[in-house]
Nanobody
Framework: QVQLVESGGGLVQAGGSRRLSCAAS????????MGWFRQAPGKEREFVAA????????YYGDFVKGRFAISGDNAKNTVYLQMNSLKPEDTAVYHC???????????????WGQGTQVTVSS
């Protein structure tokens, strides 16, 4: 059994920063990529960012516009999301995801975390 556990969420003022972490526990596995989604109340799940361990390539949702940065440690199956210049519309539950074989279909992740709440106040 694999678990992805997110941490780092909380309340932050608009314009502020927050760093989220996600660590895998349980059965060891080799992930192809790890990343983040978010979901706000009443809205669809939205892709935030991902990192391909093999190539080192990173991918971001269109709304990020240089404000967020993803990084991590492949050997530890740990991924981080540095969020800067936060806006109230960034308020959401942020979920960690892991892909085992391919990231071509972003929604076809293999593991999913329960999420951490980020609330940005205006």
């Amino acid at each position: 059994q694999v678990q992805l556990v997110e941490s780092g969420g909380g309340l932050v003022q608009a314009g502020g920063s927050r760093r989220l972490s996600c660590a895998a526990s349980g059965r060891t596995f080799d992930s192809y990529a790890m990343g983040w989604f978010r979901q706000a109340p009443g809205k669809e799940r939205e892709f935030v960012a991902a990192i391909n361990w093999s190539s080192g390539n990173t991918y971001y949702g269109d709304f990020v516009k240089g404000r967020f940065a993803i990084s991590g440690d492949n050997a530890k199956n740990t991924v981080y999301l540095q969020m800067n210049s936060l806006k109230p519309e960034d308020t959401a539950v942020y979920h960690c995801a892991a892909w085992l074989h391919s990231i071509v279909l972003l929604q076809k992740y293999d593991y999913w975390g329960q999420g951490t709440q980020v609330t940005v106040s205006s």
